[in-house]
């Protein structure tokens, strides 16, 4: 069964949904019935015969958009006040190139089999057809079983990481109701009034998640990204104006924090710039390629500078409180409270747009190997199992910022990191490569292969050790 038409449809996921990070995420290929698609085209982009520049610039920007940029500021705290800001500009540098990387690697390939379009998973495929060992031009359909696989793991992750939020944002609305004011400006102390755990709060959205992720019709979910798109920016806006407000004496802020921590950076910052599936589409979707790299290098500069920003201000205005989600720490008046609210309102959305993703991978690969009086029965079962399961673990690991850098390390790392520069060597190392252009190329894959392990190790052991603890507490304190 072919799944040329489902996936273009995931295709169009990724940039109108914002993404991440939060990013996203990404899919598509003629020849196959299980792998390949991409979160990362925007239904906008799918009705477009080709996209102005303007308009692919702002796709990219929003395609990085997402639930990470507000974990940035701890990202920060872990790194320290010096280190962090120069980490996130490292890492800005170094995943805009690996998307120039894969931009001309596909473009190379698109002229030599003369397609129009080459997607991640395809490019990975060909880059190996085209390595100079024999073993691996016979396995070069692992490259994009490997693409596909862990772009499911990091839409999966995402919403896992959608469920924390939610959970974390309406407790702290729900606790602080009664003692929430229109006065935004005091230095009060409020005592949040006790209710369920968080992990509770979880499995009430639930009932919510089955019935967004039950609608099929990829038309149906684009109004529920318009109004995600539209609540998140509202909501970005309004805390930013926020954290500019009163910054204290940042000389008490360590420039460099503990090594311990900066994994924990690694994974959620590479979480947030994790949206590599993004440029492929657009670039075939514009009217003028030519101009897509340099499009890239800016848009991925404002992703960078806006990164660095919020997560620096975050830091710096609230210090060693900063939360999780820099929603958190939102002073507790009707104001702010409902910019967690918009938020709530606009990851809810979301979520349906992420799991469209995965699901558009794995249901037509199982529905294909049924009868058609199965068909239908089997694709709501499907998606039943996959949102429990993203709930089941979304409860079993309750940390919002541990989820993130789990995703960021475990998924986010070899997609952005990893695989690009491995794929570079493999493209052109036949046709003649500089050995400074090989080292450049081992070093960011070893620098995403070392986060990947230590990443993954640090959340799974700062888990591990807070297993004895009460994962949240169901009295917070912040100021109104």
Request: charged share 15%; proline share 5%; with cysteine.
């Amino acid at each position: 069964m072919s799944v040329t038409k489902s996936t273009e449809g995931a295709v169009a996921v990724k940039l109108d949904l914002m993404s991440p990070p939060e990013s996203a995420k990404k899919l598509e290929n003629k020849d196959s019935t299980f792998l390949d698609e991409s979160p990362s085209e925007s239904p906008g982009l799918k009705k477009t015969k080709g996209i102005t520049v303007i308009q692919a610039l702002i796709h990219l920007v929003k395609g990085n958009m997402g639930t990470g940029i507000l974990g940035l500021s701890l990202a920060v705290k872990n790194a320290g006040i010096l280190m962090g800001p120069l980490s996130l500009l490292v890492m800005g540098l170094i995943a805009c190139h690996c998307m120039h990387i894969l931009v001309r690697c596909a473009q190379r390939f698109c002229k030599r089999l003369n397609k129009p379009f080459m997607d991640y998973g395809d490019t990975v495929m060909h880059g190996l057809e085209a390595s100079p060992s024999a073993w691996l031009q016979n396995h070069a359909h692992w490259g994009r079983h490997i693409v596909s696989f862990f772009l499911i793991v990091t839409q999966l992750g995402f919403c896992c990481v959608y469920i924390v939020f939610l959970a974390d944002n309406l407790k702290q609305v729900v606790e602080a109701v009664n003692s929430t004011t229109n006065n935004c400006h005091s230095n009060e102390t409020v005592m949040l009034t006790p209710t369920m755990d968080s992990r509770l709060y979880m499995l009430s959205f639930l009932p919510f998640l089955v019935l967004l992720v039950l609608i099929r019709n990829l038309r149906i979910l684009t109004i529920f990204s318009m109004l995600a798109n539209i609540s998140m920016l509202v909501s970005l806006v309004i805390i930013t104006q926020y954290i500019t407000q009163e910054i204290p004496d940042p000389s008490r802020l360590p420039l460099v924090a503990s090594w311990k921590t900066y994994p924990l950076f690694f994974g959620t910052a590479i979480f947030s710039f994790e949206s590599i599936g993004v440029v492929l589409p657009l670039e075939n979707k514009m009217k003028n390629a030519r101009h897509f790299p340099a499009i890239l290098s800016l848009g991925m500069s404002i992703v960078t500078s806006l990164y660095i920003s919020i997560g620096t201000l975050g830091y710096l205005r609230f210090g060693d409180d900063i939360k999780a989600s820099i929603s958190l720490n939102l002073p507790n008046c009707w104001l702010y409270q409902s910019v967690k609210l918009l938020y709530i309102a606009g990851i809810l959305c979301t979520y349906a747009l992420q799991f469209y993703v995965p699901a558009e991978i794995i249901i037509p690969f199982a529905i294909s190997r049924v009868s058609t009086r199965w068909a239908l029965p089997l694709d709501l079962s499907i998606r039943l199992a996959m949102v429990c399961l993203t709930c089941l673990l979304a409860v079993l690991i309750p940390r919002l910022d541990l989820v993130i850098s789990l995703v960021g390390s475990v998924s986010s790392s070899a997609l952005a990191l990893i695989i690009p520069p491995l794929l570079e060597v493999s493209t052109f190392y036949s046709e003649g490569m500089s050995p400074l252009t090989i080292f450049k190329d081992a070093l960011i894959s070893i620098l995403g292969f070392v986060g990947f392990v230590v990443g993954t190790y640090q959340a799974l052991d700062e888990l591990l050790k807070s297993g004895d603890s009460p994962l949240f507490s169901n009295s917070t304190t912040f100021l109104r």
